[in-house]
């Protein structure tokens, strides 16, 4: 039987549920393996609220940094759930990690952001710094990326990284509601602060977790400046519905990609067709695509946030330090990571989903149409949708390839035409 | 940088891919990770076939079992991929495990009807015996269940296990053929043998996939004969045109469960409703739903044959054995596994889908409605197709849950009434 020694730092949603499942099934981990957990220490806000465990089982101590030495005893596990970006949380992993402690951790900002110089820092001390839990939930991303198929030669990773986001476009396409009563709803019933909000809204939680990602596959230094951001506040109901006409969902999409020696990470909304399971991985689904040289596509998709899964993602980084797993925690010795370029991405090419707005005339397509070819922008489907509250009328594009840079200086010129509503909106289609 | 040398048997499609992928990698993965293969001898059918690789650049040996031994060295890990059930494969494998040779492999039916014995022979020899590529192709589904959930209850595994039958039941629906002719114009292409796809259609294949995610799921030995198992053969294209109709897809399904400590383990055909992610997953796909004590749903989806996903699987297993990974190659010591008995499946309860045809007369779908009624089946939906080619008219049923056992009982009585076609069609719903 093989003992770990576990201190657990935060106990909100996910520290609570990884409290209740050491609960549930040590008896049941003891049968199945060889492994046996001991919650050690437990530290969090407020030792007063109420719980869906008892407290008074566990030593309890007031300073998360006291986590690390309980009555003399070091922990072989700290697990990190406080999940700010720096401070306390950063100064309680690097003390771990310098104390020779395994830290778990579910912290995306906190990595992104300083997950550079915290695995050098686990290198050095012969210990593992893991953080399943810090992308995507309860799906094994990291483990798959890392262990499965770390022979792979990634080409590109694409997908659904926060379940807020997605959760607020699936509601406002399900009760035809704008952006801002959803996001209200979510508030008020406490599904979202203004501060976590911020953060998902804006894409750079999503963000946060596809820096990771991209630095196991492609073995870059973990640098969050390579993201090319932007969030999903200026979606309007209006799109959804048009889009859905067009076959298409509106999804907030995280990608990462080498072009050219550089790093392509973006994150944000773009049009997903309804026959692809991205497209239909609603709600606070995660769901990820994954292509290589050997996998024309790998894709994966589980719940994105909760106690319950996120437990999983932290009790199956236990579980790998508890095998003596001789792989990098990020994949890599840390001074074999390439220091990448960021791509400039006025250089993609994409598909793009265009609505216009026109002054409702007598041949205000064949006009729209004919600006466009002159402009370059080579049309697949154009749609005119006839509004009668309004006197103005949308008209709806697709575009064949194009290159960004292109597509934006001929949209400005369009836009700057006297019968078109200046309000443009463009969404690049997967 | 480690070292490790390969001996590899059988050259087909897996075979080939696997060596092109270390001839077209290895540079790659020597800055990737400190890993460096080297295969030291090949062996196959006919060395003069010809491949996508230069064979003459290889040490090539007549006889598999001297891959044991090339030139008085002792291969690292030898690569099955002959492929047969019994004989030369499991001679082989047994030879190279007693040699304390790792043993990877994509033979799915010798693991599952000689498994128990050949995992208990490397646990003594204490070298791994791998199989990743032995269950749905490029979906590292046996890693995922063994070191990315493990120390999750696992309450459900189901999906689609099987290429072929997935392939066969999508082109009958695109190409509104019958069964027999997308069969005979899969062998025609070459797509698959008589001897594979009797494997293949009869639900075997599936079967002996389903085997050995259920003995890491459950812990259970490894028994082939707990299967439940019913083919797609007599599925016809009148079904499948049908259920689209009810918002439904007909897939070959593979579900392992643990009740009333017994196993069930079915592999048959079975409905799924076409807003789920499995309904979609078409053609020669894989996919694997996964819902255990923390996690809601798993889903994964990928290429479930072909030879550079099934080398993907291949390789992932020679990393793990090159990272010393300290977990037994199915998860357990081979005496911890439980003998698990059979759960007798007429026990299950389930939705069903019937197709019942009867004589064109008025009151007919009245009359079949008071004997089901009479006959205990709750119906969900009722359709009667009108059709004006045949004397007789189908009538398509949704039934609420009842058990297997009830539900044959009373369709036998329905067969019997004499206005009713005896040959109905029952599949359950998933």
Known sequence: MKNLNISIAGLGNVGSAVVNVIEDNSSYWEKKTNLSLNIIGLSAKNINQERSFDIKKYKWVETPIDLL???????????????????????????????????????????????????????????????????????????????????NKIKKISGILNGTTNYILTTMELQNKSFNDVLEDAKQKGFTSDHESKLDIGGYDAAHKLTLLSSIAYGGEIDFNLNEIEGIQNITIEDINFVKQL?????????????????????????????????????????INIVTDQLQNLYLEGEGAGGLPTASSILSDVFEIANNVDVRSIGYNTDQLTRYEKFDSSNIESKFYLRIRVIDQSGVLSKITSYLNEYNISVEKI??????????????????????????????????LEFVDQNISIIPIE
């Open 247 to 287: 076959g298409f969902r509106i999804k907030l999409i995280s990608e990462t990609r080498v072009i050219d020696n550089k790093i392509y990470s973006s994150t944000k909304p773009k049009l997903i067709s309804l026959d692809k399971p991205l497209a239909n991985a609603n709600n606070a689904l995660n769901a």
């Open 383 to 416: 749609l005119q949708i006839p509004d009668s509250k309004e006197n103005n009328i949308p008209i709806l594009i697709t575009t064949h390839k194009i290159k960004t840079s292109e597509l934006l200086n001929s949209v400005k010129k369009i836009g700057e």
């Open 69 to 151: 030495n309980i009555n003399d005893l070091k922990p072989d596990i700290l697990i990190e759930l406080i999940g700010y970006e720096k401070d306390i949380s950063y100064d309680l992993v690097k003390s771990a990690l310098n104390n020779k402690i395994h830290v778990v951790t579910g912290n995306k900002a906190m990595l992104a952001l300083h997950g550079q110089e915290l695995f050098k820092i686990a290198e050095k001390n012969k210990v593992s710094l893991l953080f399943e839990a810090a992308v995507a939930g309860g799906i094994p991303i990291i483990k798959t990326l890392k262990n499965n198929i770390f022979l």
